[in-house]
Every structure is written in structure tokens, then in C-alpha cells.
């Protein structure tokens, strides 16, 4: 500890007195009052003393301020505040540093131009405050205030950009070879001195005609910091620095001008032209020994790796001939390398037959290398010095963009690797007679399927399929005609599923197909798997032609699905194994899954998908429609929801059909007919006066909204009816406007510009945010019942409300809350805002009869006993 204090003290001291002593030195040639001179090296050094050794040190250079100005007569209130000033310079600059990653060792051009900057910037708080001292303490005139500013701010600055350098940077090292060549750098110091002083002497009282002739002394400079280093460069550009100031301050030389203002920045760039054409210069040099150093280095482990390589590297010029042919290449080709240098790389290792593609550029190497790309195909046939062939695996990489016309090759016999592979993929994981994979693959591929779906949540599926009768027909026609139906049957599959799916042969008549990344729900999943199985019982039961002969086959497939891990690969196959046999043993040509409740589940889908069909053409939908009322109860819209009048259930929801005819496509002819529909009922209610003015709201699926013809299909419904679009109010969910921004808003905007209103159906309940409701032509935003249940109830429910008519109210959209089934539920909304409702409170959904009986009591509906109408049910 005692150490490091008597450490710090030493550094202490000695800035205190160099700040005095070169302080005192540069006042003997003052330029205005006794205060300011054109150069102030004291700066640079108390710059250096913060980089070097902390921030810990500027009471030293408080210190050395204090004394300098003490000793040319100022005051104790002068002098300190003066100090303040030149402290603070100093620490912005060096602050500035600092937090721009200032390299001390200048290793780059960009660390000159941040030392000039912070210079520049740090000085003019040490000018402003020396200047605004002096006025304030009468030693200088208010009319001289800009003058000495400049000169202030000139002579730190130059003062850093001269010194810094130099106090960073200098080792021992430098200043030995400095001294190794003291008669030679004695000499030109002296020599460019004398030169400099001349002119000074010659040229002066010229109002700066003759201020380029100063700059004589540039080249001089440049070659010193060449020969002699920045060390000896610095002190060099120190000293003719000195001798301009002098002479200015003298009233001599180019630089000096009755209008001191123009004859101090003159001076000002001349010595900071001179020192930081030194420092680029020997940042320039730096760099280049860096470079070439890095570069030496970089060659000898280039070539310690290519002579130590055990893949063949060969490198080739522009002309396509070899330049580089090391140890590995010498034994992979059995050529030596004396043999084969500046020979056509063609010649060499492209057999001869082979050679007549390659004659126009060894395009192998040469135009690979002129497109800057990498040859992909890691494979070709080569040829040894005894004529024979060979595989081998090359990669080649163009040096054009390293400046380097050349193109390397790195080339590895691969004649072992690829018999193994040929063997292990022919023997291994294939069927021989098919080409599928085989049992051994079609385990591991389920393995990595299981692992899959664990990770993605999505669910797969095995189809175990087996072919009915076929026996009969190897017993009766023989084996050869059975491989053939095999070959077939194997080619259909293919077809019938995707690149991604698995289909195998286990041996026999057995086939195995792995369908994975399904829906992460079940229901959908089991969908999907019905379609697939389908498709491949209508595949395998077109008929064959086998010989000239045709031949009909059908087959039985047993299923089960997985989700994750949740089985091992062995069960899964047992599953589906017996899956298999139940659909044997319901007649064949079926497909049947492993667990009965599945089973049962895509029957009745299937079922319900069939008689939906039916319902469609035989008029069995139905709309019924539920009212829309304001704050008074007045009945001003409605909404126009969907019903299936089936014969043996009696009416059904839509949440028991509507997900089936989305899955099959059904939809888009269901909502077809609903906005036929909606709008013919707008253009009958036209001819009533009870009716005219009442908006229909209409759900669009999302499956109709993507459709293309979406926006024509609402035009042509609009022009056929003759009903007024205004009257319209399409509602989407947040998962339909969502899905794709751009085109929704495109159809939206095209639809509104007809009159159509949109709102945006059960918000909330999604991802909806502000950054997307902005670009949306949203007329209406409807709450979502979930929130409304439980709004008298749940505090976070009604905290949701609030926030959403609040963001409505913002973006100037209309709000709507549906679900409102009591009275308390209606007065909290009423408190939040909320102007517009719809649920059971009002009235359940109705025929259309009932909605107009509703609409001519003057589309009021009351709660009082006297004239209740609500309650329709």
C-alpha cells in the first residue's frame, strides 16, 4: 500500500512540474496579454498523465495550472479559476477517449481522428473558461474576446495533437534506434530548421500571400517519420512548430496578419497539418508491418498444413495449370511433384475419356473459380499414374476474392467409403425387390419420428397394410407375377403420401407407412389419417396390369396414431399389427384403427360429413338471428347465425358441424349460401318501414375469407340482391385478420369501399394488438363472452373490458359486447363505456318471423313487467 502512495505522489509531482515548466516556456512567447500563446504544450501532457495513469491525476494538473498562472502576476481568484478551466479541458478530452475506445498505440487511422476530435471538442471548455476569467477579472477587453478565444483554443489543441502522440507512445525501443542514428537525425533537424527559419525571416508582412511556402517543410517530415519513426518525427514537428510560433508572435513570417483571426488559424492548421501527417504516416507503416508479419506467419502454417495434409491439394493458375502439388497428392496420384508442375491440371488427373468435357477451361477448377462458388458436387472420377480409376470426393475453393487468381483444389480418395456405403445402403436398409426400406430402416425412421412428435407436440401415425388374397395369386399365377404386383403396389404408395413420409416393405405382402408432423389436435389428426387411408385403399384397388393380364387387388390397413413417446416403436408396430387384422376380420378392403373410441370417432365423422352434404342440397340450414340492442334497448342489428334442422337430431348447433365442414371443405358452399342468403333478407326488409334500417351481421370463416374470389363473391351477392351494402357487417376472428396482414387488409379496404361495415369477432381473445388494429378498417369491435360471463365476478375480466372499449374508443371503433345475460352484467358495461349488446338478456337467437315481431313494437324491447318482450325464445 505504501508502495503504491509513494507511487502516485511520484507521478503526481511529475506532472505538477512538467505542466510549470513547459507552462512557463510557452508564455514566453505570449500572443495576447501575458495570459494566451499560440502553442500550449502543458495541455497534451496533463492529456496523457489522465490516459496513462487515471483520472486520479488531474489535481496534478490543477496544481501545475495553478502555478503557471500564478507565476506571470495573476491573482489567487485568477489563477484558480484559470486552473479550473485547463483541468476540465483536459478530463472531457480524456473522457472522450475512453468512451470511443481510444487505442493508446495508435493502430489506426480512426484513433487519429479521435484524438483530433476530442482535441478540438475539449478545448473549448478550457478556452470559454480562461477567456470568461479574464474578462471577469478586468485583464482583458471586451472587444478582444473572440481574438483570444481562438488563440486559446488553437494553441491547446495543437498542443494535444503535438504531445499525446508522443507521451503514449514512445518506448525504449524507439528511442534507441532514435539514438543509433542521432549524427544522421541531428543533421536534418538542423537542416529543415534552418530551412524553415528563412523562410519565416524572408517572408513576413506579406499578408499571407506567400503562407503555402511554410508547407515546404512537409515533404521533409513525411521523410523523416519514414526513416527516423513517430518518435523522431514528433520532436521534429515539436520543434518547427515552435519556430513558426515564435515568429508569428514576432510579427514575422507567412503566417502573420493584422487580422489575427485569419493568421491564427492559418498557423493553426500549418502545425496540425505537420503533426498528423506524421502520425498517419506511421500509423500506415504499423499496420503494413502488422500485415506483412500476419501474413509471414500465415504462409508458414499454410504450408506446414498443406506439406502435412492427407488429402491431395493442388492449386491451379487463370490458364488452368498446376502450381501446388503436395506430399498427399504425390501419393494419392503417384505422380511426383517435379512431374506435374505447370502441367494442365486436366492432363493429370481427368481420365481420358473423360477429358473431352473438360478441354474448353478445365472447368473443373478454372470457371468454378471465375464464379466465386464452391463445386457442390464432392464427387468424380479420377486417374492415377498407372492409367487406373478411381473415385474421389473434391472441394474447391476460388481465391479471386482474396486478390488471388488462383483456384484450390482438396481432393480425398474415397474408393473404401464408397463400396461400404454402396453396400450398407443396398444390403443394409433397403428392400431388394422394391427399393423401400426395410424393416431395419423403417425402426430407425420411426424412432426419429417419435422423438419428432415429442418435440413439435404434433401427432403421427403408422398404417400397417396388408394385401388381401395374395396369395392366391402367388399359388396360381407364381412368385414372379406376385414381385410384380409388389413393384406396383410399392409405386402407389409412394404416390400416395408425402417426399417427407416413410413407406416400407417388411417382407411378405406387409407394408408399413409413417405419416408424421399432423394437427396437435387429435380430432384433426384422426381426419387426416382417414383421408391418407383412404386414398391408399381407392390407390391399391385400381386394377393392375401384370404381363398383358389385368389383375384386381385390394387391402387391409390397421392404423394407430401417436403423440410423443408415450409408446416404444416395438408396441407402436403391434398396434397397428392389429389394428390390421380387425379391419380383416370386418371384410377386408377397410381400414380400421387401433383404438375402438378412434374408430368410432372417424365413423361418425364420416357420417356426419355425408349427411351435412345432404343437408346442403336438400335446404336443411337454417339462420336464425339474435338481436342487437343500444343503451336505450333499442333494437338497431342483428346477427345472422347458422342452424342444421337435421331429421333425427332435431335442430343442432353449429359447434357439433361446423369443424367437419371446415376439415372437408364444405364450408366455403355453406358460407356461400349465408351471405346469399343475408342479403336477400336485407333487400326484403328494404319494402318494410319496421325493417329498412336494420344492420346483419354475418361470421365469415376463415377458410372463405382466404379464398381468392372472396371480395368478387361479396359483389356479386350485393348486385344480384340489390341490397344496401351499408347494411352489411361482416364479422372475422382475430386468427382470420391475422393470418396474413396484407391481403387482409387489401380485401378489406376493397369491401369497404363498397359500404360494407367489418368487425372484428370475439376480441380478446387472441393476439390482437394496437400495431394491428391501426391498419385494419374495422368499423366495430365485438367482446368476447368469456369476458362478459364473469364481469361482476372477476376483477381481471373486468379490467380486460375497460381496456378494450378504452383502445376502441382510441382508434374511434364501435363496441359491442355479446353474451349479456343479466342485468348487472348490462349496467357494468354501461359503466365502462359500452354502448351497443347482444345475448340471452335481449333474446335468444330466433327465426326470422320472430325477429320481425320484434322489429315492428317498434324494436324496443323492455324488462318491466308492464312491457316485457325480451324473453323470445
Known amino acids: ?82 486552473a479550473v478551466g485547463n483541468t476540465l479541458g483536459p478530463l472531457f478530452a480524456a473522457w472522450l477517449l475512453q468512451k470511443f475506445k481510444f487505442n493508446i498505440f495508435l493502430m489506426g487511422v480512426h484513433d487519429i481522428l479521435l484524438m483530433t476530435t476530442a482535441a478540438c471538442l475539449g478545448m473549448t471548455i478550457s478556452a470559454t473558461s480562461g477567456v470568461t476569467n479574464l474578462v471577469l477579472n478586468g485583464v482583458l477587453d471586451i472587444e478582444h474576446v473572440m481574438e483570444a478565444w481562438l488563440v486559446w483554443w488553437a494553441g491547446d489543441t495543437v498542443g494535444v495533437i503535438l504531445v499525446l502522440p508522443v507521451l503514449l507512445t514512445i518506448s525504449k525501443s524507439e528511442l534507441r534506434n532514435l539514438w543509433q542514428q542521432r549524427t544522421k537525425y541531428i543533421l536534418w533537424c538542423a537542416i529543415v530548421s534552418v530551412l524553415e527559419w528563412v523562410i519565416f525571416q524572408q517572408f513576413h508582412h506579406v499578408s499571407g500571400q506567400f503562407m503555402l511556402l511554410a508547407f515546404v517543410v512537409l515533404p521533409l517530415v513525411i521523410w523523416s517519420t519514414m526513416r527516423f519513426g513517430l518518435a523522431g518525427s514528433s520532436l521534429a514537428v515539436l520543434g518547427l512548430s515552435i519556430i513558426a510560433v515564435f515568429a508569428t508572435a514576432s510579427g514575422q513570417g507567412p503566417f502573420y496578419t493584422p487580422g489575427i483571426h485569419q493568421g491564427v488559424f492559418s498557423l493553426w492548421v500549418f502545425m496540425s497539418i505537420l503533426a498528423l501527417v506524421a502520425l498517419m504516416i506511421s500509423v500506415l507503416q504499423i499496420e503494413r508491418e502488422v500485415t506483412e508479419r500476419a501474413l509471414r506467419v500465415s504462409e508458414a502454417q ?4 498443406i506439406d502435412g495434409a492427407l488429402d491431395a491439394i493442388v492449386t491451379v493458375n487463370e490458364t488452368g495449370h498446376l502450381i501446388e502439388f503436395n506430399p498427399a497428392a504425390e501419393r494419392i496420384f503417384g505422380f511426383r511433384r517435379d512431374q506435374v508442375i505447370g502441367r494442365p491440371l486436366v492432363e493429370v488427373i481427368i481420365p481420358p475419356a473423360l477429358r473431352a468435357a473438360h478441354t474448353k477451361g478445365h472447368q473443373l477448377f478454372v470457371q468454378t473459380g471465375k464464379k466465386h462458388i464452391f463445386d457442390q458436387r464432392l464427387e468424380l472420377t479420377a486417374v492415377r499414374s498407372d492409367g487406373s480409376e478411381f473415385p474421389v470426393e473434391l472441394t474447391i475453393t476460388s481465391l479471386r476474392e482474396k486478390g488471388l487468381p488462383l483456384v484450390t483444389g482438396f481432393i480425398r480418395d474415397i474408393t473404401d467409403r464408397k463400396k461400404a456405403e454402396e453396400e450398407i445402403r443396398n444390403l443394409a436398409f433397403f428392400d431388394a425387390l422394391t427399393s423401400l426400406p426395410n424393416r431395419r430402416l423403417l425402426l430407425d425412421r420411426l424412432q426419429q419420428a417419435l422423438v419428432t412428435s415429442a418435440r ?11 394385401l388381401d388374397n395374395f396369395k392366391t395369386l ?30 416400407s416393405r417388411l417382407g411378405g405382402d406387409e407394408f408399413v407407412v409413417i405419416l408424421e408432423d399432423l394437427s396437435e389436435d387429435p380430432e384433426q389428426a384422426l381426419a387426416q389419417v382417414g383421408v391418407i387411408g383412404e386414398k391408399i385403399l381407392n390407390a391399391i384397388n385400381e386394377p393392375y396390369l401384370l404381363r398383358e393380364t ?6 387391409s390397413i390397421g392404423i394407430s396414431l401417436f403423440s410423443g413417446r ?22 377386408r378392403n377397410t381400414l380400421r384403427f387401433f383404438d375402438p373410441a378412434m374408430q368410432a370417432s372417424l365413423e361418425k365423422r364420416i357420417r356426419l360429413e355425408s349427411q351435412l352434404r345432404f343437408a346442403l342440397a336438400q335446404q336443411q340450414l337454417r339462420i336464425y338471428y339474435q338481436v342487437q340492442v343500444d343503451v336505450s334497448r333499442h333494437v338497431f342489428g342483428a346477427e345472422a347465425l347458422l342452424r342444421w334442422e337435421h331429421p333425427q337430431h ?22 356461400y349460401w349465408v351471405l346469399q342468403q343475408a342479403c336477400q333478407q336485407l333487400k326484403r326488409w328494404e319494402a318494410d318501414d319496421h325493417c329498412r334500417h336494420i344492420q346483419l351481421a354475418v361470421n365469415v370463416s376463415a377458410r372463405r375469407f382466404r379464398q381468392p374470389d372472396f371480395v368478387d363473391e361479396i359483389k356479386q351477392h350485393i348486385q344480384i340482391s340489390g341490397a344496401n351494402p351499408t347494411l352489411l357487417k361482416l364479422e372475422l376472428t382475430e386468427s382470420v385478420v391475422l393470418d396474413n396482414i396484407p391481403d387482409t387488409v387489401e380485401k378489406m379496404h376493397a369491401l369497404r369501399e363498397l359500404g360494407v361495415q367489418f368487425a372484428m369477432d370475439d376480441f380478446g381473445t387472441g393476439y390482437s394488438s394496437l400495431a394491428y388494429l391501426k391498419q385494419l378498417p374495422l368499423t366495430q369491435v365485438k367482446i368476447d363472452q368469456s369476458f362478459v360471463r364473469d364481469i361482476a365476478i372477476d376483477p381481471n375480466d373486468a379490467a380486460i373490458v375497460q381496456a378494450i372499449i378504452g383502445m376502441s374508443s ?7 359486447a355479446e353474451g349479456v345475460e343479466t342485468e348487472q352484467q348490462l349496467e357494468l358495461l354501461k359503466q365502462y363505456g359500452c354502448e351497443q349488446f347482444q345475448g340471452y338478456l335481449f333474446s335468444k337467437p330466433v327465426p326470422v318471423e320472430a325477429l320481425e315481431k320484434i322489429l315492428h313494437e317498434d324494436r324496443l324491447l323492455f324488462v318491466n313487467d308492464s312491457g316485457e318482450n325480451s324473453r323470445l325464445t
Not at 389385368?550 to 387391402?555: A, F, G
Open 474 to 503: 402367388n399359388d396360381s399365377r407364381g412368385h414372379e407375377m406376385g414381385d410384380l404386383l409388389l413393384i406396383e403396389v410399392a409405386n402407389r404408395l409412394r404416390r400416395c403420401v408425402r417426399a417427407e413420409d416413410t413407406v
Open 650 to 671: 332435431g335442430l343442432m348447433m353449429p359447434t357439433e358441424f361446423i369443424a367437419v365442414a371446415e376439415d372437408s371443405g364444405l364450408i366455403i358452399p355453406i358460407g
Open 1 to 82: 500500500m505504501a508502495v503504491n502512495k509513494n507511487r502516485l505522489l511520484g507521478r503526481l509531482l511529475i506532472v505538477t512540474l512538467a505542466y510549470l515548466v513547459t507552462g512557463k516556456l510557452g508564455l514566453l512567447i505570449p500572443y495576447v496579454g501575458s495570459h494566451i500563446t499560440l502553442i500550449w504544450l502543458p495541455t497534451g501532457i496533463a492529456v496523457a498523465a489522465l490516459m496513462r495513469w487515471g483520472y486520479v491525476t488531474w489535481p496534478a494538473v490543477f496544481a501545475g495550472a495553478f502555478l503557471v498562472n500564478l507565476s506571470v502576476g495573476s491573482s489567487l481568484l485568477l489563477a484558480g479559476g484559470l
Open 566 to 587: 408415450d409408446v416404444v416403436v416395438d408396441e407402436l408396430l403391434k398396434r397397428s399389427d392389429t389394428a390390421m387384422y380387425q379391419a380383416k376380420a370386418a371384410g
Open 810 to 816: 382510441t382508434l374511434s371503433l364501435s363496441v359491442i
Open 550 to 555: 389385368e389383375h384386381h387387388n385390394t387391402s
Open 302 to 305: 499454410l504450408r506446414a498444413v
Open 456 to 466: 413439435t407436440q404434433s401427432y403421427g401415425a403408422v398404417l400397417f397394410i396388408d
